[in-house]
């Protein structure tokens, strides 16, 4: 995900976005996106961006004014699929990692990875236990172990009482 629509900015059809890449420069005119809410899917083309604060401000084609703008808020801006730059070493994606097993040193199950999101703090992965609770997790060396890409597993060694909260 690179971002969701926060709301509508202006007459002409900019939207304010919450930016959540660490590729901000993928945001160039022309460029294809995709914008998703829940099952709904809709390609865009960008036609327009600038920086604006802590957000974004972003023109699509054949988005001309508020109410079209509007339609747009609460969803994400995706790349579609098999369009992503490549990972750096040492670098995942949220869609590379969600659905993976985390399990801790002993390997005692504690749950899928729901998401691994970019925070002022730092990246947080996101882990759903079987009983349904998350645990937000630092994905920082010392608490991330060992990941296993091609068995789709991360081993944690989680502070005491982190998944109790």
């Given at each position: ?6 709301r ?17 420069e ?9 914008w998703?809410r829940g ?9 327009g ?10 023109r ?5 004014n ?11 801006l995706?790349?579609p ?6 990972a750096p ?9 969600e659905?993976?097993?985390c ?9 899928i990875?729901a998401g691994?999101?970019q925070?002022?703090a ?6 759903r236990?079987?009983d349904?609770?998350?645990?937000l997790?630092?994905?920082v ?6 990941i ?8 944690l ?9």
């Amino acid at each position: 995900m690179l971002g969701t629509v926060a709301r509508p900015h202006g007459l002409s059809g900019e939207v304010s976005v919450e930016i959540a890449t660490a590729f901000p420069e993928r945001f160039q005119p022309g460029v294809g996106l995709e914008w998703r809410r829940g099952q709904e899917i809709r390609p865009l083309i960008l036609a327009g961006a600038r920086p604006h604060g802590r957000r974004w401000l972003l023109r699509f084609e054949g988005v001309e004014n508020p109410e079209a703008a509007r339609a747009l808020a609460g969803g994400e801006l995706c790349v579609p699929g098999g369009e992503a730059f490549p990972a750096p070493e040492g670098f995942y994606y949220s869609h590379d990692v969600e659905g993976w097993q985390c399990a801790d040193r002993k390997g005692r199950d504690l749950g899928i990875v729901a998401g691994l999101e970019q925070t002022a703090a730092g990246p947080i992965l996101s882990v759903r236990a079987r009983d349904g609770r998350t645990s937000l997790v630092p994905f920082v060396e010392g608490i991330v172990v060992e990941i296993d890409r091609e068995g789709g597993r991360i081993v944690l060694d989680p502070p005491e009482g982190l998944f109790e909260l």
